[in-house]
């Protein structure tokens, strides 16, 4: 146990030889990136260090500046410069072009390219368990219509479902996010409210539903749908990470669906992201562990 504790609290020796990856927010404190990245970059054995850094909006062209000046190799980006930081990039992928939001950089030579990999990290999270996979051909549905939503909705998309159905309490925003998708992916989505009629047959035809609404984190709050709807055996994916096992992830298991929550995704995106910086394959086992502690 001793050995074990010491192990657990060795620090990496940083020198002039060490490569910086990081994140950047407005806040970012509360960022589980750090330790997840650093865990997996000394089970890598490299010398590497993954820094949080606080960076608010009026002082974002200078930090990208800064993080290329100091050859930095990577920065994963959260709220609120997911958008925002696209115009200082020389290119970005086709999945962050279609979603509209970057979350990763990497500073290469003159260039700084922007990628999202929630998208291929949702699809990583559901392929890693044997008995789930994406519904190539089949309906799909999406709970919620904000920035988590279009990644969803992009990974599936591109992935080969036959239509999306898009539910969300506002039913503009749902409508737009539809309409939008459709004209980028050329795959029949459909927007509607949480209330519209429509809903429990387009969730009864589903092989697959994922949540992106942040209600479901909330034990008090009511299921945004009614898991009466569910096929028995449908997929229920919950990106929601806190609690492990949310309420609407409870109610479908009850109905005899598979169940997947969003740890899943959060070690997946951060995998691909680690990929693109290192060119090595983390341990994502490393990666889940480290976000338990």
């Not at 609290?9 to 060490?18: A, S």
């Not at 990628?115 to 990583?124: I, K």
């Not at 898009?166 to 927007?191: F, P, Y």
Request: charged content about 15%; glycine content about 8%; overall charge negative.
């Amino acid at each position: 146990m001793a050995e074990n504790n010491k192990t657990m609290h060795t620090r990496h020796i940083l020198t002039g030889h060490t490569r910086i990856v990081g994140v950047i927010g407005d806040p970012v404190e509360h960022s589980r990136s750090p330790q997840m990245h650093n865990a997996a970059l000394a089970k890598a054995g490299l010398d590497y260090v993954y820094v949080p850094f606080h960076v608010r909006p009026k002082d974002l062209a200078d930090a990208i500046a800064g993080f290329k000046a100091v050859n930095v190799v990577g920065i994963n980006v959260t709220l609120p410069h997911k958008q925002t930081v696209i115009p200082y990039l020389t290119s970005v992928s086709r999945e962050a072009e279609l979603i509209g939001a970057v979350n990763t950089l990497t500073f290469a030579g003159d260039g700084i390219h922007g990628d999202n990999t929630d998208a291929p990290g949702v699809l990583r999270a559901l392929e890693e368990n044997r008995d789930m996979s994406v519904p190539v051909g089949e309906a799909v549905v999406v709970l919620g219509a904000g920035g988590a939503a279009r990644a969803v909705v992009v990974a599936l998309a591109l992935a080969g479902v036959a239509s999306i159905t898009i539910a969300n309490r506002t039913v503009e925003k749902a409508v737009s996010l539809a309409e939008e998708m459709h004209q980028k992916t050329d795959v029949a989505i459909h927007g509607m409210g949480l209330t519209d009629t429509r809903l429990p047959a387009a969730v009864r035809q589903s092989a697959l539903l994922i949540n992106t609404a942040t209600a479901s984190m909330d034990a008090t709050h009511p299921l945004l749908i009614s898991t009466d709807w569910l096929q028995p055996n449908a997929i229920v994916y919950d990106i929601v990470y806190t609690p492990p096992v949310t309420p609407l992830m409870q109610a479908a298991a009850e109905q005899g669906c598979r169940t997947l929550g969003g740890i899943g995704m959060l070690v997946h995106q951060g995998a691909i992201a680690f990929e693109k910086w290192t060119g090595i394959t983390p341990c994502t086992e490393t990666m889940r562990q480290a976000l338990s502690i």
